[in-house]
Structures are given as structure tokens and as C-alpha cells.
């Protein structure tokens, strides 16, 4: 199995994004993919977070990371079939093929709900050095279960600063502060936003009385290590009822 073969057996060709999508990709960094989930699947979706997010009480999130003020959860690649579409999809699988040149696995699969009142994170990117425009390391996917909203934390980006050859912090004093080119990532329940995760970005304030629910598939090039190494979190139990595809991508 390869990159290539795995890909055509998920269900990826050259045609599965749009011209205009890859363009979006390269220039601002983003791309929503409108759709991907049903109202059913969210809702299934998130009470199956609620589920595990109560079994695992205080230690829900402790195998990637835990963050004030959010609900998380990591390694859902081994907790439920039903979070398997965030690996396999044939639109998020293109849209990491063409940000990461076709060499790429799964890194980690975690979720975060920014509970209210809660979720401010300061500008980040997710790699610790500046790259070279085109020289991605790492591409990220959020599945939104809840609708993005202004009042309910909807993460903001600074659209082309993957381009940028800088961190946040190699630019900004105050990396909690509104950027003047930010945007927020206004969009229904089962949309998948895609970005760079090179782009500068990071979660705002839920004003809401409810929580925001997310899933973040997170993708690096395979030479890369995981956040999650899957080899070692995954039962065999789970990589049984994988396809060589899937396992391809997870590299198990």
C-alpha cells in the first residue's frame, strides 16, 4: 500500500476538490467543506463525546491535553467506530493531499467543547518554527457539531499567514488581542473547515449558555511524529476493522 493506492481505495481522485477549492487552500490557507456530516451524525456525534466525556471525568483529555474552561477528549480513533468518517472522508482526505503534497498520516484525533463563558486561546500556529511557503509539515480539519457562531467562540484565523514566514509571536505583542485581519469561522453544524494549520489561528470566547462542541482531525506529513502515536494507542481490536487504506493512513 501507498499514498496513492490508499487514496483511490477512500475515495479520492484528482477532480474531489474544485480548482477554486485548492486555490482558497493556497492562498488563504482555509476552505470549508459544506455538508460533510448530517444532522443525524452530529447529533450522534456529540452525545457520544458527552458519553465518554463523563466516563473519563478527570482524566478526559490527559492522553494528548487538557485546557481550562474546555471539555476534551483525545484518541477517538480507539473509542468508537462512529468517528471513523474523520479519517476516511474523500474531501478532507483531498484537501490534506493537497496542502501536505501527497506524503501525509493522521496525527491525532481529539475534540474540544469551549464551555461557556470559556475558550480564548491566543493566536498559535501548530508547528514550532516558521516554513518556507508550500513546505507544510501540518494540516488541520474541525468538524463543527455545534453551528460557528460570533457569540459561541467560533475560532478566528488570519487568512494567508501560512505565507507569512512568521509565528504569531515573532509578530504580535498581544496574541490574545483581535488581529486587524482576522476572521472567524462562521459556519453550520456539519461543515469541516480545512487550514493550514501554518495559518495563525486560535479559539474565541463562547458568550452563549451552551457548549461549543468540535472535533479537530490533525494530519502531519509521515516522516513527522504523531501527536497521538496510533501504533501505540490502538488496540488490535480497532485496527481489525480497519481497511489497508485506513490503516495506511493511520499508519498502523
Known amino acids: 500500500m501507498d499514498m496513492q493506492a490508499a487514496l483511490m481505495a477512500l475515495g479520492v481522485s484528482e477532480n474531489t476538490l474544485s480548482d477554486e477549492e485548492k486555490r482558497q487552500l493556497d492562498e488563504q490557507g482555509y476552505l470549508p467543506l459544506y455538508n460533510i456530516l448530517t444532522s443525524e451524525q452530529v447529533a450522534a456525534i456529540r452525545k457520544r463525546l458527552d458519553e465518554l466525556t463523563a466516563a473519563e471525568g478527570a482524566t478526559a483529555g490527559l492522553e494528548v491535553?487538557?485546557?481550562?474552561?474546555?471539555?476534551?477528549?483525545a484518541n477517538l480513533v480507539d473509542k468508537d467506530p462512529i468517528f471513523e468518517v474523520c479519517f476516511t472522508h474523500p474531501r478532507v482526505l483531498a484537501a490534506m493531499n493537497h496542502v501536505l503534497s501527497g506524503n501525509f498520516k493522521l496525527s491525532s484525533l481529539n475534540s474540544r467543547a469551549a464551555l461557556p463563558g470559556e475558550g480564548l486561546q491566543a493566536l498559535h500556529a501548530d508547528w514550532g518554527a516558521a516554513v518556507e511557503p508550500d513546505d507544510y509539515q501540518v494540516c488541520n480539519s474541525i468538524w463543527l457539531l455545534s453551528d460557528f457562531t460570533a457569540e459561541n467562540g467560533a475560532t478566528r484565523v488570519v487568512p494567508g499567514t501560512h505565507r507569512s514566514r512568521q509565528r504569531p509571536n515573532d509578530a504580535i505583542a498581544?496574541?490574545?488581542?483581535?488581529?486587524?485581519?482576522?476572521?472567524?469561522?462562521?459556519?453550520?453544524?456539519?461543515?469541516?473547515?480545512?487550514?493550514?494549520?501554518?495559518?495563525?489561528?486560535?479559539?474565541?470566547?463562547?458568550?452563549?449558555?451552551?457548549?461549543?462542541y468540535a472535533l479537530h482531525s490533525y494530519f502531519c506529513r509521515r516522516h513527522q511524529p504523531?501527536?497521538?502515536?496510533?501504533?501505540?494507542?490502538?488496540?488490535?481490536?480497532?485496527?481489525?476493522?480497519?481497511?489497508?487504506?485506513?490503516?495506511?493512513?493511520?499508519d498502523v
Do not use: C, Y
Not at 184 to 210: C, D, M, Y
Open 65 to 73: 491535553h487538557q485546557e481550562a474552561g474546555t471539555n476534551r477528549l
Open 174 to 212: 498581544d496574541l490574545k488581542a483581535t488581529h486587524p485581519d482576522e476572521i472567524q469561522l462562521i459556519a453550520p453544524a456539519g461543515t469541516v473547515v480545512i487550514f493550514n494549520s501554518h495559518v495563525w489561528h486560535g479559539g474565541t470566547v463562547n458568550r452563549t449558555e451552551k457548549p461549543r
Open 226 to 250: 504523531q501527536q497521538t502515536n496510533q501504533r501505540e494507542h490502538l488496540s488490535m481490536e480497532t485496527v481489525a476493522r480497519f481497511s489497508d487504506a485506513a490503516r495506511f493512513v493511520l
